[in-house]
């Protein structure tokens, strides 16, 4: 990654991101290094650099927190990842569950004309395949007022509007499922016992697990 000197702040600030908007009771080096498979003292080493570049800043309590300045940044790095993956399964044909590695390699190409070429040739896609917001040129993104599965009600009807993980493994299991964003969904079953539950779609009645659940953002129809 010689070409990428930036990759490994960039995939920080993203993760930071992405953790911010699960509204942590306190985000700190622990989650952090959890989200990236990583020792708390690497974590740590890293978070002081971002201090010092003003695109992290670090509460009383410890707590971390994206400045202005580094949310941008996030988001821009989100914005060239989700607009390769559009790229890599509407022209390339990949499906939609082979793409998030290739997108994170891909998204440390931080020529903005190319990323601008990128959105024009795609028709200016709004939703990646896995339906979140993309980014617009200035680092805005689009609200997304959804719930997780797992807060879902019984006896209603939901939309299924994006995901959590969008791991390949994770994807790859959706796709089995035949899960995909836009998929209409009545909730069936609640289990107290280990907090699974039923769906229906269409006449097809499956069963997911708590993780999975959490795991799957809807919208009320």
Do not use: C
Not at 15 to 26: E, M, P, T
Not at 86 to 92: H, R, T
Not at 109 to 129: C, Q, S, W
């Amino acid at each position: 990654m010689s070409h990428f000197p930036n990759h490994s702040e960039e995939n920080y600030l993203k993760v930071i991101f992405k953790l911010q908007q699960k509204k942590l009771r306190k985000l700190n080096n622990i989650a952090i290094a959890n989200a990236l498979d990583l020792n708390p003292a690497t974590v740590l080493e890293m978070v002081r650099k971002l201090v010092k570049k003003n695109l992290l800043e670090l509460k009383e309590d410890k707590s971390i927190q994206l400045t202005e300045k580094g949310k941008k940044k996030a988001l821009l790095t989100i914005r060239r990842h989700r607009l390769w993956e559009v790229f890599l399964v509407n022209k390339l044909q990949y499906k939609w569950n082979e793409v998030h590695d290739l997108a994170e390699q891909l998204e440390h190409i931080e020529a903005k004309d190319l990323t601008d070429r990128l959105e024009t040739f795609l028709g200016h896609p709004v939703y990646d395949p896995h339906g979140d917001p993309i980014p617009d040129k200035n680092g805005k993104i689009k609200a997304h007022e959804t719930i997780a599965l797992s807060s879902a009600i019984k006896g209603k009807h939901y939309i299924v509007k994006s995901f959590a993980d969008t791991s390949d493994v994770f994807l790859d299991y959706l796709s089995q499922q035949e899960i995909k964003p836009g998929l209409k969904i009545k909730i069936v079953q609640l289990h107290e016992f280990d907090q699974s539950l039923e769906i229906l779609s269409g006449k097809k009645q499956f069963q997911l697990s708590q993780k999975v659940a959490l795991n799957i953002f809807i919208q009320p129809l």
